[in-house]
Nanobody, 123 residues
Framework: VQLQASGGGSVQAGGSLRLSCAAS????????VGWFRQAPGKEREFVAA????????SYADSVKGRFTISRDNAKNTVYLQMNSLRPEDTAVYHC?????????????????WGQGTQVTVSS
């Protein structure tokens, strides 16, 4: 499966962005789809994930209450709605998919990765 992430951009603190992760080659059915981010000079970190079947979600503590992950079955797309953005949210955001549906924060378990989309939040 190939993943295409989009929706990044530049916003001021307090603003919102919605990222999209679309799949091609097969559907997300049976997968977990997650979002990770990596800021310059920092390690990649887990942001959020959703299990396609059932819609169970998981969030990093740093984004709980501000970010919402969701899916659209018809469009085979996962979204990350990001509200109340902070400068520390600035990073390249990647979507990834785990075919074993583990809903894990460990990036190594995600077999498929899309290219990143830059999110920049200014103060």
């Amino acid at each position: 499966v190939q993943l295409q992430a989009s929706g990044g951009g530049s916003v001021q603190a307090g603003g919102s962005l919605r990222l999209s992760c679309a799949a091609s080659g097969r559907t997300f059915n049976g997968y977990v789809v997650g979002w990770f981010r990596q800021a310059p000079g920092k390690e990649r970190e887990f942001v959020a994930a959703i299990r396609w079947i059932g819609g169970t979600t998981s969030y990093a503590d740093s984004v709980k209450g501000r970010f919402t992950i969701s899916r659209d079955n018809a469009k085979n797309t996962v979204y990350l709605q990001m509200n109340s953005l902070r400068p520390e949210d600035t990073a390249v955001y990647h979507c990834a998919a785990d075919p074993q549906s583990r809903l894990t924060v460990v990036g190594a378990y995600y077999h498929y990765w899309g290219q990143g989309t830059q999110v920049t939040v200014s103060s």
